[in-house]
């Protein structure tokens, strides 16, 4: 039961960071007026780049080191960009 509360708020947390990225960028888009291809692959770059960040500040506020941060860092990039 623990596990399963754990995993639905660690969703939750992922969902928003994953919606905060996408409205933020999406603004970065239109402010360089970007369509089409352009504009999807600039999209999916900065989604990339946010969750990446997010996912280093919440390494860092677990206080994680080494190994275990890296371990962290890349499930939760998995996790924010799939």
Do not use: Q
């Amino acid at each position: 039961m623990k596990k399963i509360v754990i995993a639905v708020v660690f969703g939750m947390f992922a969902a928003n960071m994953a919606f905060a990225a996408d409205a933020g960028c999406d603004a970065k888009a239109a402010d360089k007026k970007l369509a089409g291809a352009a504009k999807s692959s600039f999209l999916k770059k900065c989604n990339k780049d946010a969750a990446i960040a997010a996912c280093g500040t919440k390494a860092a506020d677990k206080k994680l080191k080494g190994a275990a941060k890296n371990s962290f860092v890349k499930k939760c990039e998995k996790d924010a960009v799939s």
